[in-house]
């Protein structure tokens, strides 16, 4: 994550100038201000949302294995895409359209 400071503004021939400069965050200043700005919030829906985001990522680092049906199926439909047996998303939608009506 990075820090940014802003440096003066420089006006040239009615133009505005302005210079940043960005400096990378250790990991323990990010934490720290992070901690920081959970602590002054009062916002329990954004807490929530907070929380919710720090929950996905610790459950992104389980391994889903799939089942034999599960890796057939994707082995299916890779073919299909090699075989060229695909439709666009738009085609897909008029079609589960048209199957609904009947």
Same mark, same amino acid.
């Given at each position: *994550?990075?820090?940014? $400071? ?18 990378? *965050?250790?990991? %323990?200043? %990010? ?5 920081? $700005?959970?602590? $002054? *919030? ?19 680092? @389980? ?33 589960? @359209?048209?199957?609904?009506? @009947?």
């Amino acid at each position: *994550m990075n820090s940014i $400071q802003k440096r003066p503004i420089d006006f040239v021939e009615n133009k505005v100038d302005i210079r940043i400069e960005i400096r990378a *965050m250790s990991t %323990l200043e %990010l934490k720290s201000k992070i901690i920081s $700005q959970v602590q $002054q *919030m009062d916002d329990e829906a954004l807490l929530n949302e907070i929380y919710s985001l720090i929950h996905a990522e610790t459950d992104l680092s @389980k391994i889903y294995v799939l089942s034999d049906n599960e890796r057939s199926m994707v082995e299916e439909g890779l073919t299909d895409v090699r075989d060229g047996k695909i439709v666009s998303s738009e085609k897909a939608t008029e079609r589960l @359209k048209e199957w609904l009506k @009947k």
